[in-house]
């Protein structure tokens, strides 16, 4: 459809006359429009990206992805883990881990979280986050416990202190009542993801924690998945288990915090978004501003012998080359302002942290060209209708006058 000559009329028609700066003002600003939405969409989606990637280290680094467990919710604890467990566990081996709410006393302060048992690793994801004590010296029997700064902070302890554990879950009756389990532990870590998992979650040795939560020798609560991608879950959840076993993840705890992190950046995209739609109107008015003015030229163009697609291929040219300029010039300059954002507001004097920090920055290439391609998608439609008017312009109704 787009003959060469076309082509040639076409970029000729977009760059204009000398002598006709408002046609040239008005392509220009199409341009433009586009320019500064795609920019704008790539570089909050990089922003938000980084967030959202941030949130998954931090958050989801720590706790549980995935635990399948026993329907009873005792698990037998076995030296390797089951065949089918081992298999959906893509970025580790299985480990067993014992998991139950939590009341942890200081001599000053009380406070509830939740409690986790785990069997210490290299690599643990919580190993990157610590900030005092070493995972390698949590053992078996010395009833040690790792807590996050916040929580710590709270509940004014340090290491070495003291700290009381009473699972209410685990409670018995006695003559003076229902007494829930409890234990001193020993603080001997303290760690910081830089979310709110600081305040809420405590660690200690599987083998502690079940004798705490008075589980028989040899048992669990389930064993513990590790995902390269946390968000698997979604999928994994869906497959079928072998009967007697059931399966949690990290959406109970975290599910709504990641989906209103996904809206957000889902309305983002749609606001910024509409900027690029605004500057494909612009394609339009500009296109049917040129269609008029050019109705004498493309009857001229028709008694030599163009045809309507032909004529129909020369606008869509012009209104297209406005889209993809503008589309793969924001593209670009969203990724250099996108890579230099905090640089750009450190200089401006600009603080969002009051503690220090940086916008989290995580560039996806394959939005990035899925939001350059919708651009362009956007600037053709854009020149359909203007194309279609000029394509039946009759030859003789436009040169009567001429």
Same mark, same amino acid.
């Given at each position: 459809?787009?003959?060469?000559?076309?082509?040639?009329?076409?970029?000729?028609?977009?760059?204009?006359?000398?002598?006709?700066?408002?046609?040239?003002?008005?392509?220009?600003?199409?341009?433009?429009?586009?320019?500064?939405?795609?920019?704008?969409?790539?570089?909050?989606?990089?922003?938000?990206?980084?967030?959202?990637?941030?949130?998954?280290?931090?958050?989801?680094?720590?706790?549980?992805?995935?635990?399948?467990?026993?329907?009873?919710?005792?698990?037998?604890?076995?030296?390797?883990?089951?065949?089918?467990?081992?298999?959906?566990?893509?970025?580790?081996?299985?480990?067993?881990?014992?998991?139950?709410?939590? *009341?942890?006393?200081?001599?000053?302060?009380?406070?509830?979280?939740?409690?986790?048992?785990?069997?210490?690793?290299?690599?643990?994801?919580?190993?990157?986050?610590?900030?005092?004590?070493?995972?390698?010296?949590?053992?078996?029997?010395?009833?040690?416990?790792?807590?996050?700064?916040?929580?710590?902070?709270?509940?004014?302890?340090?290491?070495?202190?003291?700290?009381?554990?009473?699972?209410?879950?685990?409670?018995?009756?006695?003559?003076?009542?229902?007494?829930?389990?409890?234990?001193?532990?020993?603080?001997?870590?303290?760690?910081?993801? #830089?979310?709110?998992?600081?305040?809420?979650?405590?660690?200690?040795?599987?083998?502690?924690?079940?004798?705490?939560?008075?589980?028989?020798?040899?048992?669990?609560?389930?064993?513990?998945?590790?995902?390269?991608?946390?968000?698997?879950?979604?999928?994994?959840?869906?497959?079928?288990?072998?009967?007697?076993?059931?399966?949690?993840?990290?959406?109970?705890?975290?599910?709504?915090?990641?989906?209103?992190?996904?809206?957000?950046?889902?309305?983002? #995209?749609?606001?910024?978004?509409?900027?690029?739609?605004?500057?494909?109107?612009?394609?339009?008015?500009?296109?049917?501003?040129?269609?008029?003015?050019?109705?004498?030229?493309?009857? $001229?163009?028709?008694?030599?012998?163009?045809?309507?697609?032909?004529?129909?291929?020369?606008?869509?040219?012009?209104?297209?080359?406005?889209?993809?300029?503008?589309?793969?010039?924001?593209?670009?300059?969203? *990724?250099?302002?996108?890579?230099?954002?905090?640089?750009?507001?450190?200089?401006?004097?600009?603080?969002?942290?009051?503690?220090?920090?940086?916008?989290?920055?995580? $560039?996806?290439?394959?939005?990035?060209?899925?939001?350059?391609?919708?651009?362009?998608?956007?600037?053709?439609?854009?020149?359909?209708?203007?194309?279609?008017?000029?394509?039946?312009?009759?030859?003789?109704?436009?040169?009567?006058?001429?």
């Amino acid at each position: 459809m787009f003959h060469p000559v076309s082509t040639f009329i076409g970029l000729r028609y977009l760059r204009g006359r000398s002598g006709d700066r408002f046609s040239r003002f008005v392509s220009f600003m199409s341009t433009a429009g586009i320019t500064i939405g795609v920019m704008s969409l790539v570089t909050v989606l990089s922003v938000m990206n980084g967030f959202e990637a941030q949130l998954k280290g931090r958050i989801l680094g720590v706790l549980p992805q995935a635990i399948i467990s026993q329907d009873s919710g005792n698990t037998a604890l076995q030296a390797t883990p089951p065949d089918f467990i081992s298999q959906m566990s893509n970025a580790g081996t299985p480990e067993p881990v014992v998991q139950s709410e939590a *009341i942890i006393q200081s001599p000053s302060q009380l406070s509830a979280g939740l409690l986790l048992g785990i069997q210490p690793s290299q690599h643990d994801p919580l190993e990157t986050h610590l900030i005092a004590g070493q995972l390698s010296n949590l053992k078996a029997g010395e009833y040690q416990l790792f807590l996050g700064h916040t929580l710590a902070r709270s509940i004014n302890v340090s290491l070495g202190d003291k700290v009381r554990l009473m699972v209410t879950s685990a409670s018995q009756f006695t003559p003076l009542g229902r007494i829930p389990s409890q234990r001193l532990f020993t603080v001997a870590g303290i760690y910081n993801t #830089g979310s709110d998992v600081d305040g809420q979650l405590m660690l200690t040795h599987v083998q502690d924690a079940a004798k705490l939560m008075r589980m028989k020798n040899g048992q669990v609560t389930g064993w513990r998945l590790f995902f390269n991608d946390p968000f698997v879950v979604s999928d994994l959840s869906n497959e079928p288990l072998p009967d007697g076993w059931t399966w949690q993840d990290w959406r109970d705890q975290r599910g709504e915090l990641f989906q209103a992190v996904r809206m957000e950046k889902n309305m983002m #995209g749609l606001m910024l978004g509409l900027i690029i739609g605004v500057a494909a109107f612009n394609i339009i008015s500009a296109l049917i501003m040129v269609v008029m003015e050019k109705q004498s030229e493309v009857a $001229i163009l028709k008694t030599q012998g163009m045809t309507d697609r032909q004529v129909l291929a020369i606008f869509m040219v012009q209104g297209a080359s406005s889209g993809v300029i503008g589309a793969l010039i924001g593209g670009g300059l969203g *990724i250099v302002l996108a890579n230099n954002l905090n640089q750009l507001l450190e200089s401006m004097g600009v603080v969002l942290f009051s503690v220090g920090g940086e916008l989290p920055i995580m $560039i996806n290439p394959i939005q990035i060209a899925i939001v350059i391609a919708l651009a362009i998608a956007l600037s053709l439609a854009a020149t359909l209708f203007p194309s279609y008017r000029a394509s039946t312009v009759k030859p003789a109704e436009a040169l009567r006058y001429e």
